[in-house]
């Protein structure tokens, strides 16, 4: 909890009466409410933020890393909505959401369904707006109700934008009108980048397309983070690609985070549950958990606070 000792935690837990939970004889569990209040109480503010995940080639572990940091965002305290763009719908079946009994984004534009009204929630301070096939034709709709592509998805999340501190949007790996008007109404897109050629190459593409996108409506934002995923310290070629990354690309868009490779994923989804639910610990919930907190902006509010007290 941002630096504080265990024994910090424990007198604040006594003293304000915060609800915890033992799940073992010797392990027990701070809910994010919680989680919140201490923190908030220590002098930590949520920003509110609208992030983009997005990166034109497919399986770099795009839908893996929103998904995960967003429920350790939640851990937090940090008040967390997801919205899943990718018409294959992983993203929300890793939470296990009934099948096609819920509202997606292509009945917001098709049927001017309320945004409300697509959101599930799923975990304490946990909630999204999901995915599925349906979405292959938002395209198209799109078109059809001649949407304003720069304004289409900031003006709807305007209308919930306060009841959230981060917003992650999961966008698909492809150029289209979704991706785009994501684009516009983020403050920051975070790029996943594996080890390897292809991949590399879907980077040029992808900050390439940023760049028309904020060139073609004069926006200021979004700016851009890279995050090194899948990363495997055996493999020799891993370290040149991220010599060559490190060459080519300014520090401060690269996020001070390595994502290593981990089967905790995969198990994770063969069990239906979350990798921070395992007992042990593992390279994935490290190297999430530190992603996280980059992103709510703990680890530098630790950096700059004394809070162990």
């Known amino acids: 909890l941002g630096g504080l000792s265990p024994q910090a ?13 033992m799940i073992s004889p010797r392990k027990k569990v701070i809910p994010p409410e919680s989680v919140r209040t201490i923190l908030i109480d220590k002098g930590f503010k949520y920003q509110k933020q609208i992030l983009a995940f997005d990166m034109i080639k497919g399986g770099v572990g795009k839908t893996t890393l929103s998904s995960t940091v967003a429920a350790r965002a939640s851990h937090y305290g940090c008040k967390t909505l997801i919205i899943d763009f990718d018409l294959q719908g992983n993203l929300s079946r890793s939470f296990e959401l009934p099948n096609k009994t819920y509202k997606i984004w292509i009945d917001i534009v098709k049927d001017n369904v309320d945004v409300n009204e697509t959101i599930i929630n799923v975990s304490p301070y946990l909630d999204i707006i999901p995915s599925n096939l349906n979405n292959s034709r938002l395209d198209i709709e799109m078109q059809h109700a001649s949407t304003n592509i720069k304004d289409h998805v900031k003006d709807i999340l305007d209308n919930v934008i306060d009841n959230y501190d981060l917003i992650i949007i999961d966008c698909p790996p492809a150029i289209n009108k979704v991706s785009a008007s994501a684009i516009c109404a983020s403050d920051k897109v975070i790029i996943p980048l594996n080890p390897d050629p292809y991949a590399m190459d879907g980077l040029v593409m992808t900050l390439n397309e940023i760049k028309r996108i904020k060139k073609s409506f004069k926006l200021k934002n979004p700016d851009y983070m890279i995050v090194w995923n899948k990363y495997d310290a055996r493999k020799r070629l891993g370290a040149i690609y991220m010599h060559d ?27 239906a549950a979350s990798i921070f639910e395992a007992s042990k610990n593992t390279n994935a919930k490290e190297d999430i958990d530190q992603m996280a907190r980059e992103i709510i902006g703990l680890n530098k509010w630790v950096e700059e606070n004394s809070i162990d007290k």
Do not use: C
């Open 9 to 21: 935690i424990y007198k604040m837990l006594k003293a304000k009466e915060l609800e915890s939970i």
């Open 245 to 271: 990354l490190a060459s080519q690309i300014k520090v401060e868009h690269i996020l001070p985070v390595v994502i290593r490779t981990d089967t905790s994923y995969e198990n994770a989804i063969a069990n």
